[in-house]
């Protein structure tokens, strides 16, 4: 089993910045890539960032040039650096880990609130 642990959500006016975090921990063998999601009220979840074991990257449009995600192989963690904040980006922001097999994990979410 993986448990993943998010932090660093918050309340931040529009144009400001957040950091959020997720460290996996369990029996990690090896990580295919690691995500972040999120659902904003009366949405569906959506894809917002991911990153390979190679490092490849892919971001939603809404976020380019905004959100940076990275990780931490040796602490299995991943990052969201979110720049410049909007009001629509306020939602729960969650954290997904996918693993070999049928290995797919998600964090128990993290409120992300961007006051206008």
Known sequence: QVQLVESGGGLVQAGGSLRLSCAASGRIFRINYMAWYRQAPGKQRELVAVITSGDITNY????????TISRDNARNTVYLQMN??????????????????????????TQVTVSS
């Open 60 to 67: 939603a449009d809404s976020v380019k040039g905004r959100f």
């Open 84 to 109: 410049s904040l909007k009001s629509e980006d306020t939602a729960v922001y969650y954290c997904n880990v996918k693993t070999p097999g049928p290995g797919l994990y998600w964090g128990q979410g």
